[in-house]
């Protein structure tokens, strides 16, 4: 059973950086897809950035020349290096990894508990 803390999160200045780390217990973690998820109070939980096992990254619009995802696989770890932070930022941030199938479908084999970043104007 894979268990993913989160952490790094904080209070920051507009214009800041923060960098979240996702660490998973288990041997597999090179086998999965991680991605970071974010929800901010009254919306609905959105994809941030995601990473595959292969290393292929993808990213919001809202995120796109700001943040960074990348993992490294000895350390079973999957970072999100956020920069130039706005306050629309602020949410809670969670990490999954997903296994995906030769057929290219997915699932999700665990969550964080989440992480909260808090960007003030």
């Known amino acids: 059973q894979v268990q993913l803390v989160e952490s790094g999160g904080g209070l920051v200045q507009a214009g800041g950086s923060l960098r979240l780390s996702c660490a998973a217990s288990?041997?597999?973690?090179?086998?999965?897809?991680a991605n970071w998820y974010r929800q901010a109070p009254g919306k609905q939980r959105e994809l941030v950035s995601g990473?595959?096992?292969?290393?292929?990254?993808n990213y919001a619009d809202s995120v796109k020349g700001r943040f960074t995802i990348s993992r490294d696989n000895a350390k079973n770890t999957a970072y999100l290096q956020m920069n130039s932070l706005k306050p629309e930022d602020t949410a809670v941030y969670y990490c999954?990894?997903?296994?995906?199938?030769?057929?290219?479908?997915?699932?999700?084999?665990?969550w964080g508990q989440g992480t909260q970043v808090t960007v003030s104007s």
């Open positions: 999954n990894v997903q296994l995906r199938n030769n057929l290219g479908f997915s699932r999700v084999v665990a």
């Open positions: 288990g041997r597999r973690f090179s086998n999965y897809d």
């Open positions: 990473i595959t096992s292969g290393g292929s990254t």
